[in-house]
């Protein structure tokens, strides 16, 4: 029976300097040979989870890319977007105007661009991690021609004023929106009801298998809802106590210790 696989990239499948092991990648092209599908499934902008996908070569029938949290759905081979969810531009105008009361960067996307108020150290920070280019404006919303599928705020040292915004915004966010952290630093919001949990679902309908043939791993907060989904949920041995708690597994090495193989291993090529 064949399986999907559907793994977080960043504190997942990347080691920390965010290259991918050589020994991973040879498990992931031995399980694709075999008839499994492969699924990155990132809160990252789908234009960055696509570099990524690009270099290990995962461009052939069955491999898929879910982004921005759920929100996207791409087929890699047929270069065909299967899903996808957009941030109303309302709600994404009241979230700036609540993100700059409350002091806190926040930015969105448009055609693989990163879009936001002013030039700062988290712009810089998060361009350097998704190799996207960051284009700063003052009117944002002049500059926006289509609703993105997220957004996120940022702040790099006090991941407290992240949580307020968040305590304090619920009430308000119902029926609009979403939010998640993907680490301590980033607060990302989505549109209602969607997570990477959504993606697996979609996707698993889509190809017609049962979600008991679906893997997931991650190691964040925004996998949790993947990890529940999946027919075999795992969490890395250094993700957050709260994904290990709902796991089936927790893998015995780590993003840097080549963990991808050791899932693949056990539960897909045997």
Same mark, same amino acid.
């Given at each position: ?79 065909? !977007?299967?899903? &996808? ?11 700036? =105007?609540?993100?700059? #009361? /409350? %002091? ?37 919303f002049g500059f926006l021609t289509r609703e993105p599928n997220k957004a996120i705020l940022i702040d790099l040292e006090n991941h407290e004023r992240l949580e307020q915004f968040r305590q304090d915004n619920l009430e308000w966010a119902k029926g609009k ?31 017609? !298998?049962?979600? &008991? ?11 949790? =809802?993947?990890?529940? #989904? /999946? %027919? ?26 080549d963990a991808m193989k050791e899932i693949i291993e056990k539960f897909v090529l045997v």
């Open positions: 029976m064949s399986k999907i696989i559907f793994s977080d990239l960043d504190g997942t499948l990347l080691c920390d300097d965010k290259s991918i092991s050589p020994l991973n990648r040879a498990a992931i092209e031995q399980a694709t040979t075999r008839g499994h599908s492969f699924v990155v499934a990132t809160g990252r902008p789908f234009e960055s989870a696509k570099l990524i996908n690009d270099a290990l070569g995962l461009n052939y029938d069955g491999c898929y890319i879910v982004s921005y949290n759920g929100a996207h759905v791409y087929d890699c081979y047929r270069k065909k !977007v299967l899903f &996808s969810k957009q941030l109303k531009m309302q709600t994404l105008r009241e979230l700036f =105007e609540r993100a700059d #009361a /409350a %002091g806190i960067y926040i930015h969105t996307y448009q055609h693989g661009q990163i879009v936001t108020k002013a030039r700062t150290a988290e712009l810089d920070r998060y361009e350097s991690r998704t190799n996207l280019p960051g284009f700063a404006t003052a009117d944002v929106c979403n939010f998640i952290f993907s680490c301590p630093e980033y607060l990302e919001v989505m549109p209602e009801g969607i997570s990477k949990g959504t993606g697996i679902s979609f996707l698993a309908d889509y190809l017609g !298998v049962d979600l &008991s043939d679906t893997i997931a791993v991650g190691d964040e907060q925004n996998d949790i =809802e993947m990890i529940s #989904a /999946a %027919g075999v949920g795992i969490a890395m041995c250094n993700g957050i106590p709260a994904a290990k708690e709902v796991a089936d597994y927790v893998t015995g090495h780590n993003n840097n210790e």
